[in-house]
């Protein structure tokens, strides 16, 4: 089970309390990630990778265990702790002001 | 009974304000959407209770938003602007070549007829269409194919399309405005398009006569004759009697013809309002007066209404999409500042009430007449 924590505007945006959890098959990476959740909340797409590039949105970095995974590539598996649920994978925007 | 509904887009949500016909004590509701920006929300003519608003952010992208109850409730359609084809480049800032990239929905236009269909003005400038309610877009690519795109630029705001005007008489007709491109028009629903800028003159731009590159801010029409427009230009108040042929000045008294909004009367075709502001460097009103200008002769002769509206030390901006008129008997005018105040007249202008005064920076300003 995979922990996934967004930023309260996208928590409210696709109606979801506290923490997302996923269940994902094969390998976890960041894709298969962000595949998961945008198939389990399809109002998220578009809102954390670029729909036509897939590339992540500029004002949102990635982190999990201590770790910035912002610059990680997209298939390159994510940190043990966070595949066995003991760290979750969080996704936050950036200090931007506004 | 007869009521009115003001949909108001902020830097920070959308609010939704309603009075009855008197137009004298207002609720209000919102923010929707708190914290996202919302560009436009328009209702849809056919149908007053279908919704559709731009929600975008700049950490989470674009949002279209539909409601079917009046504002009541919302769900997230498609947000998918696909562009048609390889996009190719337009002209940055410094007229170097630069990629066409999908930032936003500036404007939203419901059709006339039909709830379903509505088109959405994007930056980078482009038309898109939904026949579906929203749950799907397409590009209307004939006016990016048009062949001018390469010289299209942005301006301050960004390269976007943010007027969109369907001929009350011809459904194959529509007028589109982009800055900074100026306007074009389709005879043939969408499929070809004409720049339409003949008689405007832009003097930051190498040919100030050139066919296209003008900072067209907002355009105008009045149902019952779509084929008079009125235009505010970066610089400059025009007029076209030929649906954008040709076009003259007719900023004629107004103290400065720089401005973004412009709008015209529901039942006076010849009576058209903006608001003056001082420059394109400084974006906020002459002397710190607030002051709408009327013309009841289709421009040339114009009239500041100033009546519970700040006359000093005001230093608001008022946006390209932040005036709107209902269809009362009485026409009631209604225009958003950037410091956050609603400005309404429920006598054509004569006097002014604010309706908020500390919303976010308003973004743009439509209204409902409802029966």
Redesign the interface.
């Given at each position: 089970m995979i922990r996934v924590v967004l930023?309260s505007?996208?928590r409210k945006?696709a109606a979801i309390n506290g923490e997302v959890t996923l269940e994902i098959d094969g390998r976890v990476t960041q894709r298969a990630l962000l595949d998961a959740l945008e198939q389990n909340y399809p109002?998220l797409?578009?809102?954390?990778r670029?729909?036509?590039t897939q590339r992540r949105?500029p004002?949102?970095r990635f982190f999990a265990c201590q770790r910035d995974l912002s610059h990680e590539a997209p298939d390159a598996p994510l940190p043990d702790d966070v595949v066995r649920g003991l760290q979750p994978f969080l996704i936050v925007?950036?200090i931007?002001g506004? | 009974m007869t009521s009115v509904r003001v949909l108001v887009g902020t830097r920070k949500g959308a609010f939704i304000l309603t009075s009855d016909g008197s137009r004298k004590s207002w609720d209000v509701s919102g923010p929707h959407f708190a914290g996202w920006e919302i560009y436009h929300l328009k209702g849809s003519p056919a149908d007053p209770d279908r919704i559709y608003a731009s929600q975008s952010s700049g950490w989470f992208g674009q949002q279209i938003q539909r409601s079917n109850d009046g504002g009541k409730s919302w769900e997230a359609v498609d947000n998918t602007f696909a562009y048609d084809g390889v996009p190719g480049t337009h002209q940055w800032y410094d007229g170097t070549p630069h990629p066409w990239e999908f930032k936003r929905v500036w404007h939203i236009e419901p059709s006339l007829s039909d709830p379903d269909m509505v088109y959405a003005g994007v930056e980078d400038a482009a038309l898109f269409q939904s026949k579906d309610g929203g749950k799907s877009w397409a590009e209307l690519s004939g006016l990016r194919g048009h062949g001018s795109g390469p010289r299209w630029q942005p301006g301050a705001g960004g390269m976007c399309l943010h007027t969109i005007l369907l001929d009350p008489k011809d459904p194959k007709r529509i007028f589109i405005a982009i800055s900074a491109a100026g306007a074009f028009r389709t005879d043939d629903g969408g499929e070809t398009w004409r720049p339409i800028n003949q008689g405007l003159r832009s003097e930051y731009i190498p040919d100030p006569n050139a066919e296209v590159g003008h900072c067209v801010h907002r355009l105008a029409m009045h149902r019952s004759r779509p084929e008079v427009l009125f235009m505010q230009k970066h610089w400059d108040v025009m007029r076209s009697n030929d649906a954008g042929n040709s076009w003259h000045e007719v900023s004629g008294n107004l103290p400065t013809d720089f401005g973004f909004v412009i709008d015209v009367h529901a039942h006076e075709p010849d009576t058209i309002y903006v608001v003056p502001i001082k420059s394109d460097s400084e974006h906020f009103p002459l002397d710190g007066q607030l002051r709408v200008w009327r013309s009841r002769t289709g421009g040339n002769d114009w009239e500041p209404l100033s009546n519970g509206l700040p006359q000093s030390n005001c230093y608001v901006n008022v946006l390209r999409d932040a005036m709107a008129v209902d269809t009362l008997d009485s026409c009631g005018i209604y225009f958003g500042t950037t410091g956050g105040q609603v400005y309404g007249s429920a006598d054509a202008g004569d006097t002014w009430d604010a309706i908020v005064r500390d919303l976010p920076p308003v973004l743009s300003v439509e209204v409902q007449t409802l029966a």
């Open positions: 930023p505007h996208l945006h109002v797409r578009g809102t954390i670029d729909q036509q949105r004002f949102l925007g950036a931007a506004g | -």
